[in-house]
């Protein structure tokens, strides 16, 4: 089936260093897609989000790229700082007749160096 | 508003067993979720409901069955536990017109022996 995909399952950074998070979809008819980060022990919590008729966005500090072409995604993370280290999700919506569903990839861990 | 809320936050099971994982929120949301959340692995979609009345299975519904009891309540319930359900349970929401994110709960911890 159709699915959701991150290339690096772990990545490492020096605190104060760009982030470049990746994600690969495959479903075409994905309309949305997020990012979630999760911290150790808590629920998910929203980032930033990307609507497919637009092929970037920026938040505070955060930046999602869309590539519709390679159906890649990517979350990239300014200035990275010791609160960031979690897992992070990119997730893609699609509405089926029964709603909207997220399906969410496997995650990357992103861990910050001091 | 405490936004998402789900209980128990952890409980453990012995095999057989069967259990209600409570859900409930306070954003007057349309749609509900839960989610199942595997050592080292993503979110599974176990069952929605994507208003009130309505339920629909996800990825992974074997072994589960939901209630909408209300627009405000979502429960999941294992009717006879198994270790293969040993996992942590997310709730989630959303139902606003502008943004399909959806909002999470702290999560249930459950280890089935």
């Given at each position: 089936g159709e699915s959701v995909g991150l290339h690096l399952p772990t990545l490492s950074v020096q605190e104060g260093d760009n982030s470049i998070i990746n994600c690969a979809y495959s479903n075409s008819a994905s309309d949305y897609f997020i990012w979630y980060k999760q911290e150790s022990g808590k629920g998910p919590q929203f980032i930033i989000d990307i609507r497919s008729?637009?092929?970037?966005?920026?938040?505070?500090?955060?930046?999602?790229?869309?590539?519709?072409?390679?159906k890649h995604?990517?979350?990239?993370?300014?200035?990275?700082?010791?609160?960031?280290?979690?897992?992070?999700?990119c997730a893609e919506n699609v509405n089926n007749?029964?709603?909207?569903?997220?399906?969410?990839?496997?995650?990357?861990?992103?861990?910050?160096k001091p | 508003?405490?936004?998402?809320?789900?209980?128990?936050?952890?409980?453990?099971?012995?095999?057989?067993q069967?259990?209600?994982?409570?859900?409930?929120?306070?954003?007057?949301?349309?749609s509900m979720y839960w989610y199942r959340q595997d050592p080292g692995?993503?979110?599974?979609?176990?069952?929605?409901?994507?208003?009130?009345?309505?339920?629909?299975?996800?990825e992974v519904p074997n072994g589960y069955n939901v209630s909408r009891l209300n627009k405000r309540e979502f429960s999941l319930r294992l009717e006879s536990a198994a270790p293969s359900q040993t996992s942590v349970y997310f709730c989630a929401?959303?139902?606003?017109?502008?943004?399909?994110?959806?909002?999470?709960?702290?999560?249930?911890r459950l280890t089935v022996t």
């Open positions: 008729n637009m092929d970037k966005r920026q938040g505070q500090r955060v930046t999602v790229l869309l590539n519709k072409t390679v995604l990517s979350l990239q993370i300014a200035a990275t700082q010791p609160g960031d280290s979690a897992v992070y999700y007749n029964a709603g909207n569903m997220l399906t969410f990839g496997g995650g990357t861990r992103l861990m910050v | 508003n405490a936004g998402v809320t789900q209980t128990p936050k952890f409980q453990v099971l012995k095999t057989g069967s259990m209600t994982l409570q859900c409930a929120q306070d954003m007057n949301h349309n692995m993503g979110l599974r979609l176990i069952y929605y409901s994507a208003s009130e009345g309505t339920t629909d299975k996800g929401s959303t139902g606003t017109a502008d943004s399909y994110e959806q909002y999470f709960g702290p999560g249930t």
